[in-house]
């Protein structure tokens, strides 16, 4: 019955290294989507599943950036080679189904990469 | 292009309306939305708008949209300083899909 949920809340990390970050959808919510905030910027869409596959990878900036979602619940985005412009906060939605439109955020993951 | 734009700063005094205002360039945009974001907060959806609605009420909140101008606004009566927030538009091409965002106006409520 909870809200959306992510871990780490908070997540420190060395130029270079691999970083995963989670997220728990609402239960029995089959949308999920991964958004980027930078500081001062409104969030920037990644990636959106449906089910276990992703339906639009569109705003993955590039090959270093992964997300999946084998169960068609609990979703991981991966990020290797951190870059510091990868630096921002991290927001997972998660929407019931076809036929509604709202997307429910969870609280972010704040990336630091230094 | 999908783009959405949105004036960065707004202040007004406890009690007053805000309005906050917005544009966007996707005219396939199904739905167009309002979210609200607490300092360390997630995001809060506040309101949306069917595209073949001019106006959404619902208490405080009055969604008006001018689809030929691509341009939504947002009114909040009787402003209180809990609506200090940054508030953000979005507009959802193709319905169910992303979401894309303009960067938020901050509103400061004060006494």
């Known amino acids: 019955g909870a809200g959306v949920s992510q871990t780490p809340s908070n997540k420190v990390t060395e130029k270079g290294k691999y970083v995963e970050l989670r997220c728990d959808p609402i239960s029995g919510h089959t949308a999920l989507y991964w958004y980027r905030q930078s500081l001062g910027q409104g969030p920037e869409f990644l990636i959106y599943?449906?089910?276990?596959?992703?339906?639009?990878d569109s705003g993955l900036p590039n090959d270093r950036f992964f997300a999946v979602r084998p169960e068609g619940s609990v979703s991981t985005l991966k990020i290797q080679r951190t870059e510091r412009g990868d630096s921002a906060v991290y927001l997972c939605?998660?929407?019931?189904?076809?036929?509604?439109?709202?997307?429910?955020f969870g609280p972010g993951t704040r990336l630091t990469v230094t | 292009g999908e783009d959405v734009e949105q004036s960065l700063f707004l202040s007004v005094r406890e009690g007053d309306s805000s309005v906050i205002n917005c544009t966007y360039t996707?005219?396939?945009?199904?739905?167009l939305y309002w979210y609200k974001q607490e300092p360390g907060a997630g995001l809060q959806l506040l309101t949306y708008i069917f595209s073949n609605m001019d106006m959404k009420q619902d208490q405080r909140l009055t969604v008006l949209l001018n689809k030929k101008d691509k341009h939504l606004s947002l009114r909040i009566a009787d402003t209180q300083t809990g609506d200090s927030a940054i508030y953000f538009c979005a507009e959802s091409p193709g319905g169910y899909n992303k979401l894309i965002f303009g960067a938020g106006t901050r509103l400061a409520v004060h006494p």
């Open positions: 996707d005219s396939s945009s199904t739905y």
């Open positions: 599943f449906q089910g276990t596959g992703a339906a639009d």
């Open positions: 939605a998660s929407r019931v189904a076809s036929g509604t439109y709202e997307q429910y």
